[in-house]
Each structure stands twice: as C-alpha cells, then as structure tokens.
C-alpha cells in the first residue's frame, strides 16, 4: 500500500506539470508495473487517451493543452508541437486551439486518429519550450503555416506580424533562415512588400492596408512617429506628404471612460500640429469597404 500511495504521488506531480497527461514510459519509470497500470485504469482512476500508451490522471478534466501533451509524450525523442498547434501556443493572430499537429523525424511511422504528424527534421535551435512542451520556434513555425494548403495569403501576413510585435522574432531574423522550404516563398513576397518600420498592431490594420493596396492608393506609412506639442504619438498609418493619419480603431480603444479621453486628447493634440486624422472600425472595413476607399481618396485630394 505504501509503494502504491508512492506511485500516485510521483504520477500526479509529474502529470500536475503536463496539463494532467503522462505516458506509460514515464508511469513505468515512476515504479508502475502493467499490473498497477490496470489497476489503476480499472478503477477509474487512470484514463486512457486516443494515442497509445498514454494517460489523463481523472481529476483532470479533457483540454486541448492536454491533447498537445499526450501527442508529444506518444511521438517521442525528436518531436515537436508544429504548425498550427505551435502557431497558436506562440500566440499568433488567427490561431487557436484546435488541430493537434507536431512534427517527428521521418521514419518513425507515426500513425494516429486526431493527430497530424509531419514528417520532418528539426535543425538545432528550430524548437523552444512554451510551458514545458517542446515547440517549433516562431520562424520555422511561420515557414510551416505559410506551407500549409488552405492557410490564406492573409492569414499568414497578420501572423508574421503579431510574431514581430510580440517579440518573438524581427524580420531580419525571419529573412534569414528562409530557403528553398515550402512557405519561404511567401513569406519573402510578404517581407519585401512590408513597410519599414513598427510591426502593425492588430489583423484589423493589415486588412485595411490590403484593401487599401487592393484599390490601388497610394502606400501609407506604417506606425509613423510623430510630435504633437510635448507628446509623442505612432500612427497607425499615415500619408506624411498630407498630413493626414489613419487610425485602426477596435472596440478596446473605446470600452473605458479613461480609453475615450485619451483618444480624444490624441486627436485634438494632432489637430493642432496639422494633422487630419480618419478613423475607421472593423465593421468599416469589413461591411463598407467602398466608403473606407472613398473617404480616404477624398482626404488625400482635399
């Protein structure tokens, strides 16, 4: 009993750190027998999961972390969670929980319901660990997403972008490692077309800035520093030649009493140094492209 009650204890610190999962290989390492490990499943317990040999201690509830963990315990040395599962432990733009996808060295015949491997080897200092699992990092996971059929030319712009302003790599770095892999291609058109400058700040402005080149206007310049009085304000974009700014506004600008003042005194201190600024929301871009289009040519000839 007392070897028992040392199991559990080892098992469930072990799985604390894992998001609940642990693999058969760990259990056994920890002092489980096949006979403890059936024990243990039997009485409930242990839970089984969808890939082989690994478990959910039952006082953990199912999560997508959880799936992620018993994927990578299952694929083994050389593994790592990829695509657009890292993508959206990475925190990208348009990624979240959903597929279950990692990468493994060829060969291994990896083969399981609900997860999708690639077949692929990971050079030195393509991975990094985000909460304990092994990830790819964000510029191999770029170049991956942006090889994937069905992810969307945009999609993969606002992601490159959010993985700048986050910090976790700069263009410099990115243009660095792309090659001849599927992905780079893409990812060189969107870094040569990319305005100099701050990584934009939300999917909304690289949106508008598509539309806006779609229409053929003029190309702004993107998050723009500029003086007003004492104060220091970045655009979102703006036609300095004009003096005209154009503000991306999501919901969070306006949601607090204090976020409306600000924005108010921003605009009025911009006022005073010259400055036209144009707001426009996601419904505009989204719902009234033409208006958005109409409004900012009129701007730009008055």
């Known amino acids: ?3 028992m009650a040392a199991l559990d204890r080892v098992v469930e610190k072990l799985a604390s ?21 059936y024990r243990r499943v039997r009485s409930g317990a242990w839970v089984r999961l969808t890939p082989p040999k690994t478990y959910r201690l039952a006082a953990f509830p199912p999560t997508w972390e959880q799936r992620l963990w018993a994927a990578w315990l299952w694929a083994g040395e050389g593994a790592a969670i990829s695509h657009r599962s890292a993508a959206a432990l ?15 060295p060829p060969g291994g015949h990896h083969r399981c ?17 985000v909460s304990g699992l092994v990830v790819t990092g964000p510029e191999r996971t770029l170049i991956d997403v942006a090889g994937r059929r069905g992810v969307s030319v945009e999609v993969v712009d606002d992601a490159m972008e959010s993985a700048f302003g986050l910090g976790l790599t700069t263009p410099q770095r990115l243009q660095a490692v792309l090659d001849g892999r599927r992905g780079s291609g893409v990812l060189r058109r969107l870094l040569a077309a990319r305005p100099p400058g701050r990584p934009r700040g939300s999917a909304l402005e690289g949106r508008w800035l598509r539309l806006v080149r779609s229409a053929g206007v003029p190309e702004p310049a ?4 500029v003086r007003a009085g004492s104060e220091r304000y970045f655009l979102d ?18 949601s607090t009493k204090v976020a409306k003042q600000d924005l108010l005194t921003r605009d009025t201190n911009l006022g005073l140094a010259g400055w036209t600024v144009l707001h426009f929301t996601w419904d505009d871009v989204n719902l009234r492209p033409q208006w958005v289009l109409d409004s900012l040519r009129t701007a730009l000839a008055s």
């Open 237 to 254: 974009f703006a036609f300095p030649h004009r003096r005209l700014a154009v503000e991306l506004d999501g919901f969070a600008k306006l």
């Open 90 to 104: 990475l925190g990208l733009e348009h990624f979240g929980p959903g597929p279950v996808e990692l990468s493994a």
């Open 1 to 3: 009993m007392r070897a």
């Open 17 to 37: 750190k894992q998001a609940g999962a642990f693999c058969g290989r760990q259990a056994m390492a920890g002092g489980a027998g096949a006979q403890a490990r």
């Open 113 to 129: 319901a609900g997860v999708r491997v690639h077949e692929s080897e990971l050079a030195p200092g393509e991975t990094r660990r």
């Open 222 to 225: 993107g998050q723009l520093e």
